[in-house]
């Protein structure tokens, strides 16, 4: 079993910058995939990000791309968001998740069997 633990998370204005961390713990992750996850209240979970693997292949949401970047380091066992240019309209949390099968790549949350408890995200306006 893994665990995961989201930090870096806070309150920032509208046009900032934030950077979001999830280390895994338990197992290394090196052979999943991993994703990234928002929950605004009153609203359902939506797909943020996914990175494969190896790092080399990422996937964004329309409304978070060229703002957005997903990265990780293996050799840390670590996932990271970095979002620039925030907007209210990104106030949620957020969550990082691992997928269930090696080598998966998904935006789907049904891929996904590991999850953080999440960190929150407030851009104020």
């Known amino acids: 079993q893994v665990q995961l633990v989201e930090s870096g998370g806070g309150l920032v204005q509208v046009g900032e910058s934030l950077t979001l961390s999830c280390a895994a713990s338990g197992r290394t992750v090196s052979r999943n995939g991993m994703g990234w996850f928002r929950q605004a209240p009153g609203k359902e979970r939506e797909f943020v990000a996914a990175?494969?693997?190896?790092?080399?292949?990422?996937t964004y949401t329309d409304s978070v791309k060229g703002r957005f970047t997903i990265s990780r380091d293996n050799a840390k066992n670590t996932l990271y968001l970095q979002m620039n240019s925030l907007k209210p309209e990104d106030t949620a949390v957020y969550y990082c998740?691992?997928?269930?099968?090696?080598?998966?790549?998904?935006?789907?949350?049904?891929?996904?069997?590991?999850w953080g408890q999440g960190t929150q995200v407030t851009v104020s306006s």
């Open positions: 990175i494969n693997s190896n790092g080399r292949s990422t």
């Open positions: 998740a691992v997928t269930r099968r090696m080598f998966s790549f998904s935006a789907s949350a049904t891929e996904y069997d590991s």
